[in-house]
């Protein structure tokens, strides 16, 4: 739901929306029918039914789901996602961006995305084990270190990715530690992988800064969402100079005119389970935090967040998705047109796979680098990545994210027709 509940004219069906940007970059590439067809048709889809004793005795069934999108530039890869709104065409939709940031980043993967549809704050630990390796379990001829690689994502983090390695190699008879990635660093996590979502957003912003002559030293920043990549990028961000004015949680935000500690902020949430009552901090509104007066906005909650509906009143001039598929197709036309910069999910969120990747080489390979060295691969490839979407926007007088689109699909489409699995003459 957008933050600010008014009534839509606009479809805000994550499939649709994936869809709408798969049709633009088919036309702006000139992909044919055939092609496009393939590109937009997911792999294979897999639901579960996921039973549990809850620790009540009572019994309840959830609901799971595995989308495969494109495999033919690698295993599949992408996050596993344990929230309320968690659908069949929401995981559709986000395993087919997986695909296309993959492939932006050329990193040997094609596109997954799995969830179940709960609400994780409503079960003790205990439950959430059971339910986190009986999905495992229900997926176990599905996934696998070349087959299909799952990750966090909302409402999960490294300890439920423990549990899939657990389960997973338990039913190997071995420790499988290319079976998942964003593990934990005892059972063959990598440096830096927590951090690397809100890391990869921070360069994208700092890059973006950088083309308009400017720093983050006296940046004014807002971010919504912080959880896992929201604390994350707004940590690396105010270290590198720039004052975070707010940031806000599902249960509401926080404000302060000369900037948030938000290390001391991460601990107090950490501990608190809420923002609410931060020293030296107003409360603020969930709606009234996106149109707040600052330089950059970051929206690393969850979709639909910036629609027609409030797109006219944000006043940031550069907007990173740090999320997927927070700005509306509309929406981001509204932005653009009234000058922004909004720096698309599949550029400015990719630091999480990218690092998936590296902590997946690493396993497969047995050999286990220096943070630095992870940051500063993580680096190239983001920093590469938005100097050719930059490119691509230029050089086609297309938007950033038309220019991230068409980059990742057409580096999916040329892999298609190279294994001969499509050729030109198909149309
Ligand atoms: N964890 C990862 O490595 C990656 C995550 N992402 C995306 O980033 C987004 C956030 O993921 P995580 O940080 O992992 O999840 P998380 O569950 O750790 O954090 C999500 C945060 O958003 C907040 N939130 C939800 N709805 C909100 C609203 N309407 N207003 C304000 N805050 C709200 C939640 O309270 C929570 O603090 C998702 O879209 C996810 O798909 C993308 C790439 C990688
Ligand atoms: O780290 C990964 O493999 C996937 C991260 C993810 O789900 C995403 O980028 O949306």
Same mark, same amino acid.
């Given at each position: $739901?957008?933050? *600010?509940?008014?009534?839509?004219?606009?479809?805000?069906? @994550?499939?649709?929306?994936?869809?709408?940007? #798969?049709?633009?970059?088919?036309?702006?590439?000139?992909?044919?029918?055939?092609?496009?067809?393939?590109?937009?048709?997911?792999?294979?889809?897999? &639901?579960?039914?996921?039973?549990?004793?809850?620790?009540?005795?009572?019994?309840?069934?959830?609901?799971?789901?595995?989308?495969?999108?494109?495999?033919?530039?690698?295993?599949?890869?992408?996050?596993?996602?344990?929230?309320?709104?968690?659908?069949?065409?929401?995981?559709?939709?986000?395993? $087919?961006?997986?695909?296309?940031?993959?492939? #932006?980043?050329?990193?040997?993967?094609?596109?997954? *995305?799995?969830?179940?549809?709960?609400?994780?704050?409503?079960?003790?630990?205990?439950?959430?084990?059971?339910?986190?390796?009986?999905?495992?379990?229900?997926?176990?001829?599905?996934?696998?270190?070349?087959?299909?690689?799952?990750? @966090?994502? $909302?409402?999960?983090?490294?300890?439920?990715?423990?549990?899939?390695?657990?389960?997973?190699?338990?039913?190997?008879?071995?420790?499988?530690?290319?079976?998942?990635?964003?593990?934990? #660093?005892?059972?063959?996590?990598?440096?830096?992988?927590? $951090?690397?979502?809100?890391?990869?957003?921070?360069? &994208?912003?700092?890059?973006?800064?950088?083309?308009?002559?400017r720093s983050f030293e006296g940046t004014r920043i807002v971010v919504q969402g912080?959880?896992?990549?929201?604390?994350?990028?707004?940590?690396?961000?105010? %270290?590198a100079g720039a004052k975070i004015v707010a940031v806000s949680r599902s249960s509401?935000?926080?404000?302060?005119?000369?900037?948030?500690?938000?290390?001391?902020?991460?601990?107090?949430?950490?501990? %608190?389970?809420?923002?609410?009552?931060?020293?030296?901090?107003?409360?603020?509104?969930?709606?009234?935090?996106?149109?707040?007066?600052? =330089?950059?906005?970051?929206?690393?909650?969850?979709?639909?967040?910036?629609?027609?509906?409030?797109?006219?009143?944000?006043?940031?001039?550069?907007?990173?998705?740090?999320?997927?598929?927070?700005?509306?197709?509309?929406?981001?036309?509204?932005?653009?047109?009234?000058?922004?910069?909004?720096?698309?999910?599949?550029?400015?969120?990719?630091?999480?796979?990218?690092?998936?990747?590296?902590?997946?080489?690493?396993?497969?390979?047995? #050999?286990?680098?220096?943070?630095?060295?992870?940051?500063?691969?993580?680096?190239?490839?983001?920093?590469?990545?938005?100097?050719?979407?930059?490119?691509?926007?230029?050089?086609?007088?297309?938007?950033?994210?038309?220019?991230?689109? &068409?980059?990742?699909? =057409?580096?999916?489409?040329?892999?298609?027709?190279?294994?001969?699995?499509?050729s030109h003459q198909n149309t």
């Open positions: $739901m957008p933050s *600010k509940e008014v009534p839509s004219s606009e479809n805000l069906c @994550p499939l649709e929306q994936a869809n709408s940007y #798969l049709r633009q970059a088919v036309k702006e590439l000139n992909i044919n029918k055939g092609l496009a067809e393939i590109l937009s048709s997911p792999s294979k889809v897999i &639901t579960v039914s996921i039973p549990i004793k809850r620790d009540n005795g009572e019994v309840e069934v959830l609901t799971g789901h595995r989308v495969q999108h494109n495999g033919v530039l690698g295993p599949y890869k992408g996050g596993t996602r344990f929230h309320p709104m968690v659908t069949i065409r929401e995981v559709s939709a986000l395993a $087919m961006l997986m695909t296309w940031k993959c492939a #932006l980043m050329g990193i040997p993967y094609g596109g997954a *995305k799995g969830g179940i549809t709960m609400d994780p704050k409503l079960y003790s630990v205990k439950e959430l084990e059971t339910i986190t390796r009986r999905y495992t379990s229900e997926l176990i001829k599905d996934i696998g270190p070349l087959v299909d690689i799952p990750a @966090p994502d $909302m409402g999960t983090s490294a300890r439920e990715m423990g549990w899939m390695m657990d389960t997973y190699s338990t039913n190997q008879g071995y420790a499988v530690m290319g079976v998942v990635t964003g593990k934990p #660093l005892s059972i063959g996590g990598s440096l830096g992988r927590d $951090m690397a979502t809100g890391r990869g957003t921070m360069l &994208t912003v700092r890059e973006a800064l950088a083309d308009v002559n912080f959880g896992n990549v929201g604390a994350a990028a707004a940590i690396l961000m105010q %270290n509401g935000g926080v404000f302060a005119e000369n900037g948030l500690d938000v290390s001391a902020l991460k601990a107090y949430a950490d501990n %608190n389970r809420s923002l609410a009552g931060f020293p030296q901090a107003k409360p603020i509104s969930n709606a009234e935090i996106l149109t707040l007066p600052c =330089d950059v906005l970051v929206l690393a909650a969850m979709e639909n967040q910036i629609t027609e509906e409030n797109a006219h009143e944000i006043q940031a001039n550069i907007i990173a998705e740090a999320a997927n598929g927070p700005i509306t197709l509309n929406a981001s036309k509204i932005l653009e047109d009234g000058g922004a910069t909004v720096l698309p999910d599949i550029l400015a969120n990719a630091g999480g796979v990218v690092v998936s990747y590296l902590e997946w080489v690493q396993g497969l390979s047995y #050999l286990f680098w220096e943070e630095e060295k992870v940051n500063q691969e993580l680096e190239r490839i983001i920093v590469n990545a938005y100097r050719k979407v930059i490119h691509q926007s230029k050089e086609r007088g297309i938007s950033l994210r038309l220019a991230s689109y &068409t980059l990742g699909i =057409d580096r999916v489409a040329k892999a298609l027709v190279d294994r001969g699995l499509y």
